[in-house]
């Protein structure tokens, strides 16, 4: 299948092509009129909301533009910080290009309750019907950030199941066994090919 994956963030384009090009699967941006599909963000509760808005605002986009063996996909993705209780959820990328990722540890201070998870709902729109799937990777968040890879909130976070590195710190194959998005991709990958009992 050819997914054209609807985001402008090319990390998340190559996460996704890691994991669903080996399953034989195509992934592409979604490009409109040569660029990628600019979203309207509803102020939403919760994730899941946002990605099923952003796969209507695509599927709108590209009308009757899909073949049958085409299909979109988006995310929504986000932190959530427990202490927080769950701030900034949803509002990830608002409060990453406000306060940003120093506001976020001033607003834990010292606080040794640093637990956190990234959530993220993936959606995928093809003729004649809809597939969802969702993904976890709890976390801390460090004191300080450190690393460069990745993107985001990758420097302050921690995976449990890593080895005490941020993601930022993390090879890009590395995240990919521990994302949450990896997980949501695939969970997607089995709904689109379930594996043969
Ligand atoms: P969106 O899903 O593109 O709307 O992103 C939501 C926000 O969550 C962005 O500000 C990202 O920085 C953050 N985020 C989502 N996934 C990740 C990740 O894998 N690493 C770091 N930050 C992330």
Redesign the pocket.
């Known amino acids: 299948m050819e997914i054209l994956f609807a985001?402008s963030?090319s990390h998340?384009v190559s996460e996704a092509e890691g994991i669903l090009g080996p399953l034989g699967h195509t992934v592409l941006p979604l490009l409109v009129d040569g660029s990628p599909l600019q979203f309207v963000?509803p102020q939403a509760d919760g994730?899941e909301e946002?990605a099923f808005s952003k796969l209507e605002q695509a599927m709108e986009a590209t009308s009757g533009e899909l073949g049958s063996g085409t299909a979109i996909l988006v995310?929504?993705?986000?932190?959530f910080v427990d202490s927080l209780k769950g701030f900034p959820g949803p509002y990830?990328?608002y409060v990453?290009g406000t306060i940003g990722l120093e506001g976020v540890l001033s607003l834990l201070g010292g606080d040794e309750h640093r637990g956190a998870e990234?959530r993220?709902v993936a959606v995928l729109g093809f003729e004649g019907g809809t597939l969802r799937s969702q993904g976890i990777c709890r976390g801390t968040i460090s004191l300080e950030p450190a690393g460069t890879n990745?993107?985001?909130?990758?420097p302050i976070?921690v995976p449990d199941e890593g080895d005490g590195r941020t993601?930022g710190e993390m090879s890009p194959d590395e995240k990919s066994e521990v994302?949450?998005?990896a997980r949501a991709l695939k969970a997607m990958s089995e709904l689109l090919n379930p594996p043969s009992k």
């Not at 995310?75 to 932190?79: C, I, Y």
């Not at 990745?150 to 990758?154: A, L, T, W």
């Open positions: 985001t963030n998340k963000e994730i946002v995310e929504d993705s986000g932190l990830s990328s990453e990234y993220a990745g993107f985001g909130y990758d976070f993601c994302s949450h998005r």
